[in-house]
């Protein structure tokens, strides 16, 4: 089946710190890979997008690029602000339909 | 241009009572969702409709949930009776092309005492 698998608990770190959150995923042919983020009291926005191998999608200074050989998804930031403390979320499509399937999310926590 | 909107923020019921929740999805997004989130977890799919079909409900437990999508437009789902295990955050979500992903409403945040 489709799946999608995040790195486990919270990240910490301080503002502008690197920020890196791991995603791998598991799903037969060609999925569209996805970074969602959840803002305090929030419900989810979509961050970026990929749809195709080696495709990289950023948004906000956040990056991620589609790995196929690795079935990754890991996403990226240089320089983190507070304002990027929120609950992140990677997921995938099968091609062709939008029935998306989430990893359990990484919370983080930018410290001024 | 509006986004999803769902009704209400929050509700508070005592378990075996009926609730509700409405959703309002994006102008021209043809597929609508409804996911549950619970605490600490990736939202998960409850069902999907293509306009007013619900195309994908394997996820529904249909002894207690319903949901509908008349018109093709505005959608409610419904959970009677209410469990104490049905407490989560309700999340309805619009699409309009596959592989675009999906735009997510606030949700309701269901309590259940």
């Known amino acids: 089946g489709n799946s999608v698998t995040q790195m486990e608990g919270p990240v910490t770190l301080s503002e502008e710190a690197f920020l890196t959150i791991n995603c791998t995923y598991t799903a037969t042919g060609y999925p569209s890979l996805f970074w969602y983020v959840q803002y305090p009291g929030e419900g989810l926005q979509l961050l970026l997008k990929?749809?195709?191998?080696?495709d990289k999608g950023s948004n906000k200074g956040f990056e991620a690029t589609y790995r196929k050989e690795t079935t990754s998804f890991h996403l990226e930031k240089g320089s983190v602000q507070v304002s990027d403390s929120a609950v992140y979320f990677c997921?995938?499509?099968?091609?062709?339909?939008?029935?998306?399937?989430f990893g359990k999310g990484n919370q983080v926590v930018v410290i001024p | 241009e509006a986004g999803v909107v769902q009704s209400p923020r929050y509700k508070i019921i005592e378990k075996k009572q009926p609730v509700a929740f409405w959703c309002n999805p994006i102008?021209?997004?043809?597929?609508l969702y409804w996911y549950r989130q619970n605490l600490g977890q990736g939202p998960e799919l409850l069902i999907r409709?293509?306009?007013?079909?619900?195309?994908?409900d394997s996820q529904l437990p249909k002894d207690r949930f319903s949901a509908e999508r008349l018109k093709g437009v505005d959608s409610t789902l419904k959970i009677q009776p209410a469990e104490l295990g049905d407490s989560a955050v309700y999340l309805c979500?619009?699409?309009?092309?596959?592989?675009?992903?999906?735009?997510f409403g606030s949700g309701t945040q269901l309590s259940v005492l």
């Open positions: 997921a995938l499509s099968p091609y062709g339909n939008n029935r998306l399937a």
């Open positions: 409709y293509e306009n007013e079909e619900a195309v994908d």
């Open positions: 990929a749809t195709k191998a080696d």
């Open positions: 979500a619009s699409s309009l092309e596959p592989g675009e992903g999906l735009f």
């Open positions: 102008s021209g997004h043809n597929t």
